[in-house]
């Protein structure tokens, strides 16, 4: 009888949760179960059907991630044909921030039958984006009040983050804000329903809630100044206890033994969130090895082993990614949608023929097209800032450029140049980080371009000079929670004593990788500095057109 | 019966030969014949078949233009009830610099049975461009020289032009170069063929054969310097007797009344150029008036009463628009092209479908959605120079580039920018020329997008702050030579003493004109000063990336 041990990672995603049930000394991957979130993003009714949502919302319903469990746990033990007792820990990820208010049970206030028509008792997810009024205002005071904690965060703190989200209850519902005994990450709240009690984790409250490790949250006296009923925000409704990333949360209880199928004290890790626990699973545990998520937006995330403030990134965290590191985030924002709006705004009819005549996609068709050009043959050049500059400027209001063009400039040309233009602005993450003192010596990747679109893999490659391996993992997010579940079980307990030695065993990286080409490399070099003049001319404030054209625009729409 | 009297006006194209009958008094156009020339243009084949051509070569074949009296002129007369008596005069334009050898009679060296396999013995057409090698040597040894004709030609000598057209002939067929008894315009050479003698003209002199009314040819110093050969080119092989613009040309032979039905002793002009002739038959005789010829690019003219330096212009030729004036040509090589480039490169399926369902052009169609933007809404601007800048830059290797894409950015956003950024570029020549002492104080517009393309020339209006108004004649060129036939006929035989009086009867332009919308103008001015930045800075050597790419290109490709 198969008497191996296996860890069990969740990967709470946008639309559904992923679990996977994995070999704890091989890390092999041998059941995967996907359930969709039964209400899905609610980003138009409530549950009732009737409650109707302002734009820009997005929430979900925590009664969802319980189904997850209920379902897929027990549908992986099946589907393995393997035995709760063979199950030595669980973790989980989640996106962030995605946050709730609960009661003091711990209870979702919108389960409540006086809050359920009430949006502001929901779930609101990641992406719920009502909450920029706040965010703008929080930013405006910390810098007249020279908060030094907006330089962990690249000068900004997003409207998706944490304290705008509860501001904008307080502003739009005071009585649910008065009603939550506490508002937790989601990631916290299930890791809460598997274990009965609340451990908050270092991720979460580093990157989204503006906790330090050293430092702690924010003032009571900042938090006065965004409204004097927040002053005492954090001893009120969050908590000063958060737990680094690698710890044990507890253990499976009774109740959720019966909910799950699994044995009552299976330890369970602390929450983690998606990106960031893709790190481990890609094998890195130490500074210099930088791993992208790419596929709409690239996520940067690398180790190091002091706190730098480098421009642009978007948050530095001590235990964020890896216990004992600082943990550095920074990203583009526009990456996959850049190539997304061309073929969708730019791609001539003859192009979509071609590409329906061959069977194949249209951007098959243009990466095809594109890859028979030699480096700098199109004489074309891009500012990849159609969706602004997440980093290194942080700057919301830039906007796309291209330069180069002749009447002979072909779409696979300018398709070619868009994809070398967020290569040039990785490049510039890169070199940012170094020379603000965190070296990045490897670069790792993950997600759906680095597992799918080799032709830019290698230009990648090429533009920073710089071999990519891939994790090797099409669930790295889950892969990499199984293997936090395996250190919260502990070597006793056949896992392992710390994320280090787990990785070992059990992260995935692809045995080829890319590497770059001497002669590529060698005029790509040219081209980033043409580049990297442009990003500085029209993002650091020598010309600010940019910026002119949107507010030319905004007084005519008007 | 009617005893009216009339002029006739011929405009020998690019592909066919225009013939209009204008009633002297009036300046209506009673009879219009076009008949394409039997061999069109040569670009491939010599009439032989066989004799396969260069690629950028572009040939005529002079029998044709003789097809076109022949068969023109007694269609006019016929087609009107015109008796030839009735025909006081003849005025010609054509292509310029459209060239070819003839012998010591005039022949072309083409008609002899030895050279019918010698490409260099046709005639060579404007937009013959395979002289580009000559043109590029002529330049650095002008430059080298300090020759002070080069401020006259905006600093460069076309490839199109007439002395590297007679240096690429010496270069590849000296036998042929030797044998020409002279090089002629083929302007000059079909009004020789009605008057049976050589009168050369200013303006092809002027514009094309940098030819200056006081200073005359360049020395023979400079032609030694390009070649020794070619030192005594001007007495051996061109002529120094230059008649202005106005003047008559001779008369109809009786050979030539034979060919074309008109009456032997008819005034005919002095040959003219068809972008030139416009310039009166739109009524203007007088400096200020800028006349825009409007169609794949743009031609720009004005009068001035004092030789001027101007940056950029394409030449400054005395006598060469309207006798005793300073006849100021500028240009914008991508205009129309532009459009077309987009269209062929650029457009998505769903927008062809849109345009078929309608049952209108994509054109159309663009510009039906581009209309209901308002100005400044797209948060886009250009530098119109996809095929580089004829003025104020003159500067082949500057490229297009487009500003302020989002992930919202429309086609027809892209598209009206484009249309911007040309008007953009007509507003920077404009105001050359006044910042040079060449007053530009009205607007007016011929050709195919003056006549058809109102949201264009709204937005011409709009960016210049200038009234537009539009040459009312389908056949501007044509009238225009009828007008100056009328000129050589003089007032005693019922036509004018001089332009100025025959443009004050022959001359159209259309009631309506366009008128600046104030609230256009404010918001164009903002962005037309972000236009002028970015012109000068990627124009003017601040940043040269545009001539970097195209070196990285040139090196790649190689």
Redesign the interface.
């Known amino acids: 009888m198969n008497k191996k041990k296996y860890a069990i990672g969740i990967d709470f995603g946008t639309l559904s949760g992923r679990t996977v049930l994995v070999d704890v000394d091989t890390g092999n991957e041998v059941a995967t179960i996907v359930k969709e979130f039964t209400h899905g993003v609610m980003d138009e009714y409530l549950p009732d059907g009737k409650t109707k949502l302002d734009p820009d919302w997005a929430l979900q319903y925590p009664e969802d991630y319980l189904e997850i469990y209920k379902e897929t746990i027990p549908a992986v033990l099946k589907e393995a044909d393997v035995e709760p007792e063979q199950v030595i820990g669980v973790g989980i990820d989640f996106t962030a921030c995605t946050m709730l208010p609960v009661d003091q049970k711990g209870e979702p206030l919108c389960f409540q039958e006086r809050f359920k028509s009430n949006p502001h008792a929901y779930v609101k997810l990641w992406k719920h984006h009502a909450a920029q009024d706040e965010a703008n205002k929080l930013n405006e005071i910390a810098g007249e009040r020279g908060e030094k904690f907006l330089q962990r965060y690249g000068g900004k703190i997003s409207s998706e983050w944490l304290i705008p989200k509860i501001w904008q209850i307080l502003d739009e519902t005071p009585e649910i804000y008065e009603e939550a005994d506490r508002f937790m990450e989601a990631a916290d709240w299930v890791v809460m329903q598997l274990t009965g009690s609340e451990k908050r984790n270092s991720c979460t409250a580093g990157y989204k809630a503006i906790w330090h490790k050293k430092e702690g949250y924010p003032s009571a006296d900042f938090f006065k100044s965004l409204d004097p009923r927040m002053e005492n925000l954090v001893e009120d409704k969050l908590s000063n206890d958060i737990y680094p990333i690698g710890d044990k949360a507890g253990e499976i209880t009774e109740k959720s033994a019966r909910l799950t199928g699994l044995k009552k004290g299976t330890a369970v890790a602390i929450a983690n969130v998606d990106a960031h626990v893709s790190v481990p699973a890609a094998g890195i545990t130490e500074p210099g090895k930088m791993l992208m998520i790419m596929g709409t937006s690239i996520c940067h995330m690398i180790l190091g082993s002091e706190e730098k403030i480098c421009p642009g990134m978007c948050g530095v965290v001590e235990d964020g990614i890896i216990p004992a590191f600082m943990g550095y985030e920074a990203g583009q924002s526009?990456v996959g949608?850049?190539f997304e709006?061309f073929v969708?705004?730019?791609?001539?009819?003859n192009y979509?023929n071609e590409a329906k005549e061959k069977g194949i996609g249209v951007h098959d068709l243009l990466t095809e097209k594109a890859g028979q050009l030699?480096?700098?043959?199109?004489?074309?050049?891009a500012l990849d800032w159609?969706?602004g500059n997440r980093s290194v400027l942080v700057d919301v209001d830039l906007?796309?450029?291209?330069?180069?063009?002749?009447?002979l400039?072909?779409?696979e040309e300018i398709y070619r140049t868009l994809i070398e233009a967020t290569a040039f602005g990785t490049r510039m993450i890169v070199e940012t980080f170094r020379e603000n003192g965190v070296p990045v010596n490897e670069l790792f990747a993950a997600g759906g371009i680095a597992e799918k679109n080799k032709f830019m893999m290698q230009i990648y490659s090429d533009v920073t000079n710089m071999e990519i391996r891939i994790s090797a993992s099409g669930q790295a997010p889950a892969l990499g929670s199984a293997m936090f579940g395996s250190v919260a079980a502990g070597k006793a307990a056949g896992g392992y004593d710390n994320i280090v030695e787990a990785a070992k065993k059990m992260a995935k990286v692809k045995e080829e990788y890319y590497k770059p080409i001497p002669e590529n490399v060698k005029?790509y070099d040219?081209?980033y500095a043409?580049y990297k003049?442009?990003h500085d001319?029209?993002g650091r404030g020598e010309?600010d057109?940019?910026k002119?054209?949107?507010e030319?625009?905004k007084?005519?729409?008007r």
Not at 374 to 381: D, F, P, Q, T
Not at 400 to 407: E, F, I, K, R, W
């Open positions: 526009c949608d850049h709006w969708n705004n730019c791609l001539p009819q979509e030699k480096v700098g043959e199109s004489g074309l050049i159609w969706n906007t796309g450029m291209l330069l180069g063009a002749t009447l400039t072909k779409p005029i040219q081209l043409e003049r442009l001319y029209f010309n057109v940019m002119k054209l949107k030319i625009k007084i005519t729409v």
